[in-house]
């Protein structure tokens, strides 16, 4: 006979509970105990994070193959950038800025080009980071090729000067990110959007304005595109065109995939993990020095190369990424009854788990 | 007038080699549904092997048939293992793990050939001939020549061969091509080789305007405009497209200059998809409901 407090706790519930306190704990242990180096390699996975939460909200759910967040990050730590240097705008509001610009870029962009099929879309975006960078080498304001310096900025009273105070900030904004994004795909435009993907025209007919909605998506992975940008800048505190190169959306869009299209949990792993890449392939090279140098040398080139292994590895074994792989493992370890995912799309994955002994008593 | 000209004839050649990837491109797309992403990065692989052969003293023409059938192996390969699944269901899967491959070729070049720039030093590339005020490249005139033939070859292989014929119908009905009896895998398979070797001819072609580097893969992102412009479907849409992307590139580089050029043939796309968004030969393709 289960307690009455307990009845109210449904079981998915505490089990997410239990998950997020367990994470709290981990990056406490992890912010007391790590040095600088791991830090910025923590600062450099929650930035990926954040951008790619805004990618899979449009690529994963409205299903719009978008080649541009690259350049919607870039627009974030320039626009960040030139606020900061030009009208001397603290941290906040010079982020806000930067979203307000990729906001209206996106608008500026998407009306035109969300009306074309997808792969038309993705040469427009394609289009559209070869036009900034392009923009951004040629003008004084945004430091031509030399790139722009960003100075210690400050939150009210918190002064951002270590690596440490951006890992809280950047932790503090991913988690709320994160966040806000489940609880917008719970909802009604979440639904809307995977709706969009899925049948496009049932969707119009069912009085869902499918422009409209894929516009909203692309703002939204504009805005999240540029909030990344813009903390990563002043995080770093140089930029230059480089920081932005055109495989920049290709990382993204590799993150969002093998995280699995649709599932905002995959994305968030996926990020993390393929962040850690470079620094193993980093270990590796140092461990292999002499027996490769080649390896060192053509460091960047092979970690695109090793994006690219995983990107194919996981759509051949498992095109529907880390989420698909997840999904596959529960239904092959039956526990308690799994409460049916709420995450829209891929309705016909959903696993029920099925009832044997573990049935838990959930009500009065 | 000279200066106009000029930027024509030059056009014309680069052009004649966007005009091979886009073919390449379009051969695949038709073929199988799938935008070929590793097809630059394929044809710079045989291009690289080309070089080689040609190092060791070996005459151009085996080294061009070496090139060419390395890419064309490898292109085949591609969609022998990696492709075959997705090729069935998921095409914006297949899509994505030609990505990949591009990504893991481009490290591969880079690990085995480093990324400098090679040079590559034949004839091809420096004898040049004067008509009247304008100075003609034997490379560009010969671009110009393979990519009419190229597009000749495919338009006529597709129209007047048993095979062709199979290629057209698996493009119209895919299903209903299968059933009765088009092997499709095959199809794909060859597809993708005979896009493989196109692209190798490119990017020896290229190549031959002084240097082979990772930098010449980025014919593809050159092509990729060729391709929209003419039509994804359209076998003579890719020799305009890519005459079209080249031409206006030498112009923009003539009267305009500077960096401004690298954006033209994106420019050109704009324009091409606004007036034509199916683009100028493409066909605006109904969906199902």
Excluded: C, K
Aim: positive net charge; aromatic residues 6%.
């Amino acid at each position: 006979m289960s307690s009455p407090v307990w009845s109210t706790i449904s079981s998915s519930t505490a089990r997410r509970l239990a998950v997020w306190a367990a994470a709290a704990a981990a990056t406490l242990a992890m912010l007391a105990l790590a040095n600088d180096y791991w830090l910025l390699v923590a600062n450099r996975a929650l930035v990926t994070v954040v951008a790619a939460a805004g990618l899979a909200v449009l690529a994963g759910t409205a299903g719009q193959l978008s080649v541009a967040q690259g350049a919607f990050v870039a627009v974030g730590g320039y626009g960040a950038a030139v606020a900061a240097a030009e009208l001397s705008l603290p941290i906040v509001p010079a982020t806000l800025a930067a979203m307000a610009a990729a906001l209206v870029l996106s608008l500026a962009v998407g009306l035109p080009a969300l009306r074309l099929d997808s792969l038309y879309l993705a040469v427009a975006t394609l289009a559209l980071h070869v036009a900034l960078l392009f923009l951004v080498r040629q003008l004084e304001l945004t430091g031509a090729s030399t790139g722009m310096r960003l100075p210690l900025t400050s939150i009210g009273a918190w002064r951002l000067d270590d690596i440490a105070d951006y890992t809280v900030l950047l932790l503090a904004v991913s988690v709320a990110v994160v966040g806000a994004v489940a609880r917008l795909l719970r909802a009604r435009t979440g639904r809307a959007l995977a709706a969009t993907r899925d049948r496009d025209l049932a969707a119009a007919a069912l009085g869902i304005d499918v422009t409209r909605v894929r516009l909203l998506a692309f703002a939204l992975s504009a805005v999240l595109g540029a909030l990344a940008g813009s903390i990563d800048a002043f995080a770093s505190r140089t930029i230059t065109p480089d920081t932005y190169p055109l495989t920049l959306s290709i990382q993204l869009l590799t993150v969002v995939i093998v995280g699995g299209l649709g599932s905002l949990g995959g994305t968030v792993v996926a990020a993390l993990v393929l962040s850690l890449v470079p620094e193993a392939l980093r270990g590796l090279t140092s461990a292999l020095g002499d027996v490769a140098p080649r390896l060192s040398e053509q460091l960047l080139a092979v970690q695109t190369g090793i994006y690219g292994l995983f990107l194919a590895l996981v759509l051949v074994t498992q095109p529907a990424g880390l989420a698909g792989g997840w999904r596959w493992l529960r239904a092959r370890w039956p526990g308690p009854p799994a409460t049916p995912e709420t995450s829209p799309g891929l309705a016909s994955d959903r696993v029920r788990a099925d009832h044997g002994p573990h049935t838990t008593q959930e009500g009065p | 007038m000279t200066r106009l000209l000029q930027a024509l004839v030059d056009g014309a050649g680069n052009g004649g080699i966007y005009a091979l990837v886009a073919l390449g491109f379009v051969v695949v797309f038709r073929t199988t549904g799938v935008l070929h992403l590793a097809l630059a990065e394929t044809g710079l692989v045989g291009a690289y092997t080309a070089v080689v052969v040609l190092d060791r003293g070996l005459p151009l023409a085996a080294a061009v048939l070496a090139g060419g059938l390395t890419a064309a192996a490898l292109g085949w390969l591609a969609q022998r293992t990696v492709l075959r699944r997705a090729l069935r269901s998921d095409h914006l899967v297949a899509v994505l793990i030609t990505l990949g491959i591009a990504l893991v070729l481009r490290a591969a070049v880079a690990l085995v050939f480093g990324t400098d720039e090679r040079s590559v030093r034949t004839s091809l590339g420096a004898t040049t001939w004067r008509v009247g005020d304008i100075t003609v490249w034997e490379l560009h005139a010969v671009s110009f020549v393979t990519a009419v033939l190229a597009v000749a070859a495919t338009a006529g292989f597709l129209r007047w061969t048993r095979a062709g014929l199979a290629g057209r119908a698996l493009t119209d009905d895919e299903p209903v091509a299968r059933l009765m009896g088009i092997g499709a895998p095959a199809a794909s398979g060859l597809a993708f080789a005979v896009g493989g070797g196109l692209a190798a001819g490119a990017a020896l072609l290229s190549a031959q305007a002084g240097y082979l580097g990772l930098g010449t893969a980025q014919l593809g992102i050159h092509a990729l405009p060729a391709l929209v412009i003419g039509g994804l479907m359209s076998v003579r849409g890719a020799l305009l497209g890519g005459l079209l992307v080249g031409v206006a590139e030498q112009l923009a580089a003539t009267y305009i200059g500077g960096e401004l050029v690298e954006l033209t043939p994106f420019a050109l796309l704009l324009a091409v998809l606004v007036a034509r968004p199916a683009g100028l030969f493409g066909e605006r393709r109904l969906g199902r409901v």
